[in-house]
C-alpha cells in the first residue's frame, strides 16, 4: 500500500458511523486480478488479494466480522442491525474503472482552500479544455511513498489520474480513488483559473 493503515482506518471508521461501509471482493473478468475494495462517501480503496497486506484484512474483519466471499458485497453501519449482502458493484473494481475511464492526469497545485475542512486544487488539460476542481486535501496527504511494500513486489505509485471527475492513485498491487468537487471559489476567478497554469515555486 502507499498509504498508512491509521489513514484508511480512520476513513473506514468515519464511513461506518455515516452512510456506511461497503467492502467487496470481486474481479472485472475472468481474466483479471481478484481484489478487495473497500467503499465509503467519497473514496474507495482497490488492493489485489495475492499482495493484501495482513493488517488491511485485520481492518476489514474490526468492521465486517469477516472477510467477503469472491463475488459478495457487505455493508456495515453503525447504526444498523446487521450486515446487508448483495452482488458487487463493478463501478468499485478500480483496475477496471482505471483502464476504461481514464482521460489523463491531475495536477496538484499548490492553491489551499480552507473552510470546515482543507481542500486542494486540481488542474486537468490545455487550454479552453482546462478544468479546474478541489479534492479534500486529506487525500492528497494520505499519499506515502515510504508505505510501499517494494519487497513483496509493489511498484511506485503513479497518479492523480484524471477518471471522470474522479482522481485515481495506483501502484501494480493498489488503488485510491477520490471523488473532486466544482471549486468554491469566485466565477471570475475560477475563469481565470481555467485559462492559466497554476505551478508550484520552483
Not at 485485520?58 to 448483495?86: D, H, M, R, T, W
Amino acid at each position: 500500500m502507499f498509504f498508512k493503515i491509521q489513514s484508511i482506518k480512520q476513513l473506514m471508521t468515519a464511513a461506518y458511523k455515516g452512510e456506511g461501509l461497503t467492502v467487496g471482493r470481486d474481479a472485472y473478468s475472468e481474466t483479471d486480478k481478484v481484489g478487495y475494495y473497500i467503499h465509503g462517501h467519497g473514496w474507495t480503496v482497490w488492493n489485489s488479494e495475492a499482495c493484501m497486506p495482513n493488517v488491511l484484512k485485520a481492518a476489514i474483519v474490526e468492521f465486517c466480522g469477516s472477510l467477503p466471499e469472491y463475488g459478495e458485497q457487505i455493508l456495515v453501519q453503525k447504526n444498523s442491525s446487521g450486515q446487508q449482502v448483495c452482488f458487487p458493484d463493478p463501478e468499485l473494481y478500480l483496475p477496471g474503472k482505471m483502464k476504461s475511464g481514464a482521460v489523463g492526469t491531475w495536477e496538484i497545485t499548490p492553491v489551499h482552500i480552507v473552510r470546515e475542512h482543507d481542500f486542494i486544487l486540481l488542474q486537468s488539460g490545455l487550454g479552453n479544455h482546462r478544468a479546474t476542481r478541489e479534492i479534500p486535501a486529506r487525500y492528497v496527504n494520505m499519499i506515502k511513498p515510504e508505505a510501499i511494500e517494494e519487497s513483496q513486489g509493489e511498484t511506485t505509485c503513479a497518479g492523480p489520474f484524471r477518471v471522470g471527475v474522479d482522481a485515481i492513485w495506483r501502484t501494480n498491487v493498489c488503488y485510491l480513488c477520490a471523488e473532486t468537487y466544482i471549486a468554491d471559489v469566485d466565477q471570475k476567478l475560477m475563469l481565470h483559473m481555467n485559462e492559466c497554469q497554476i505551478n508550484a515555486e520552483e
